[in-house]
């Protein structure tokens, strides 16, 4: 692929798939870990974990948007690498459940830094357009590989190894994620058409909320996290108590979630060519309102089983999938290319404002009342989220094909060289 014979991008790709695997062993393990210092509550304990996150990528990422034209952007990715790097290595060394908060604050602010930054970078390094829209490609890709296998090799790790050894993974892939961004040639970022910091951070925000199809893109977050919530906070606890499963168990089962996600990421890219990405996003929110209200009657009913959690559990990642794909391209489609940075990290905080109304519904309501109640509540909020996007989103935007027609102005001018992206397939 022409895109891969791009060296710097491809160090840059590298370093992406690492981090990932390195995220996604982090995953495993903190669930692990909740339940060896909380047991019954682990939910809870992960919960407001998963919600201290949501809070530092809510409020940092908007900030760091708006300040990364001002640093050395090679230098700041390698060094949120080695603090993420450095704070997963402290976490098997805690021994109260505060220790895990201040960790995951830390850990979760050089994340929020680091993602906006990262995906900033991307449009300068791959600047022909066909080719930077497999690089949205790519990077969903490598995104599901790593639902889907990182459970894979934790659930294989875990049957001789205590899952503290998976911080020391996580750790050592951060690192290296470091060095591979160290060798890459990155240049410095083009000026924001916003001169204060405090306008390139409500840029994004303005442009969501003034843009049809980024409002619906908005409602069809609050879909994504609600369905998420469950498989993310819920599946250790519902494994361990109801299914009375190992520490093996819960990686295999998140590993069904990621196993749905890859199936819908193989076909997606030829789907998209011929469908607007509107009716392959509705349809992805239908499918998540189904995987949730069968995942309530799952545990209302007292059906509970392996192969029926797991038939749900890979739904629901079929159906994220179908959102988050074509968000990248949407995006790119909504606004002049200067505008990028700040249109994700709009997305980026938005998506998580969603998981931080999510998150604490699945951990704080159901270890408080139950599954029952806390995963209705949030059937609920993925059956508003869908309407949602249904009308905002304008049926006409988008008709037919992947093409996408663009009915709004977009709120930063580019130069007219930029302006074709703007009717370009999302």
Known sequence: MRLFAIRDYRRLFSAQVIALFGTGLTTVALGLLAYDLAGPNAGLVLGTALT???????????????????????????????????????????????????????LQAASAAFTPTFQAVIPDIVTDESDYTRALSASQVASTMESLLSPVLAAVALTFMSFNWLFLGTSAGFLLSGLLVLWTRIPDARPSAHTKAWD?????????????RLRGVMALNLVVAAAGSIVVVNTVNYVRDELGG???????????????????????????????????????????????????TLIAAGLTSWAGTAIIWTVIGIGMAL????????LRASVARNAIPEAFAAQFSLSHLAWLITYPIAGWLGTSV??????????????????????????HDGRGTGSMASPVTPTVHAPSGDRSSLSKAA
């Open 52 to 106: 201290i996150k949501m809070v530092m990528y809510v409020v940092i990422a908007p900030l760091a948007a708006a300040y990364v034209d001002r640093l050395p952007r090679r230098t700041l990715l390698v060094i949120l690498d080695v603090v993420r790097g450095s704070v997963v290595l402290a976490l098997p060394l805690v021994a109260e459940v505060w220790h895990i908060y201040v960790l995951i604050g830390l």
């Open 200 to 212: 390139k951070a409500a840029a994004g925000i303005r442009t969501f909320l003034r843009t049809p």
């Open 246 to 296: 190992s520490q093996s168990g819960v990686a295999w089962m998140l590993a069904a979630s990621g196993t749905g996600t890859l199936l819908a990421a193989l076909v997606l890219p030829r789907v998209l060519d011929r469908i607007a990405a509107r009716t392959v996003m509705t349809t992805g929110a239908g499918i998540l309102v189904g995987g949730t209200t069968a995942a309530v």
């Open 323 to 330: 959102i988050i794909t074509p968000t990248g391209q949407v």
């Open 370 to 395: 139950g599954f029952t109640v806390a995963w209705s509540v949030l059937a609920v909020l993925a059956a508003a989220g869908a309407f949602g996007a249904l009308v905002l989103w304008p049926r």
